[in-house]
């Protein structure tokens, strides 16, 4: 059972680390740890994430969830939808999700997830790690063409504390819908009526071994990305990176 406590701490390697030791220490469903900076912050495909001071939201929420192992992407595509229903409630900022989990503004990222699994004594346990940008003031040259952040999309800096709490509240809303019954099918809805990436939208897809393009064409049940090639095959996608194109005819 979901049952929000908020850790805070000042400094730390990564919140998504410091919330798998707890994990594996036995920390219950629920457990959520906040930084306000981490010194070796992670974003997916092995990239770093920077975490200077108060300049962004550095979360990890602990799950334990119920579902079969092969339906855990979707833990990251409700995350996803989690950010979103609270940017909108505390910031009334509409976000767009790129698949599967990156939060957009304007085509600037706004957030990540990075969603780990690790072993612990109870079992396997799911560590969602959420970093927002709350300020620009410390983008590096090469990131402030292609991020953003809640200050620069809408004009003030947010309230940290009551964007967490809207946060959490949304991550256990939207858990516990996805565990109920439908809750699958219910989401993978959800997840295309908050992104412009769902159907029809032009992207390149790059994975380590290959790159290709086409249109999307909506999600399978796993919450994997289908995308049909000019010959007209689905391809369903399952770890890779998504850029959008320009529509052509
Ligand atoms: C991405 O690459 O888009 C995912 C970024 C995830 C960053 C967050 S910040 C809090 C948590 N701790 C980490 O080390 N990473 C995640």
Request: aromatic fraction near 4%.
């Amino acid at each position: 059972m979901f049952t929000p406590t908020i850790l805070r701490i000042d400094s730390v390697d990564s919140t998504n680390l410091e919330a798998a030791r707890q994990a594996k220490a036995g920390a219950a469903e629920g457990l959520c740890i906040v930084a306000r900076e981490q010194t070796a912050g992670r974003g997916r495909l092995d990239r770093r994430w920077l975490s200077p001071k108060d300049a962004g939201l550095y979360l990890s929420i602990v799950l334990r969830p119920q579902l079969e192992l092969s339906d855990w992407p979707l833990i990251s595509l409700v995350a996803a939808l989690a950010v979103s229903d609270a940017l909108l409630q505390t910031c009334d900022l509409k976000v767009d999700i790129k698949w599967p989990n990156d939060i957009y503004v304007s085509e600037r990222k706004l957030a990540g997830i990075l969603v780990e699994t690790v072993e612990t004594g109870n079992g396997p346990a799911a560590i969602v790690g959420i970093g927002i940008n709350l300020t620009n003031q410390d983008f590096p040259l090469e990131m402030s063409v292609s991020a953003t952040s809640v200050e620069a999309a809408t004009g003030s800096v947010p309230d940290a504390n009551l964007l967490l709490q809207a946060l959490v509240k949304a991550m256990q809303e939207r858990y516990e819908s996805l565990q109920a019954e439908g809750g699958i099918e219910h989401a993978t809805r959800e997840w295309c009526a908050n992104s412009t990436y769902a159907y029809d939208r032009r992207v390149r897809v790059s994975s380590n071994n290959e790159t290709f393009e086409g249109m999307t064409r909506g999600l399978a049940n796993d919450g994997a990305l289908r995308v049909e090639t000019h010959d007209g095959r689905i391809r369903v996608v399952r770890a890779a990176d998504i850029t959008a194109l320009r529509a052509t005819r």
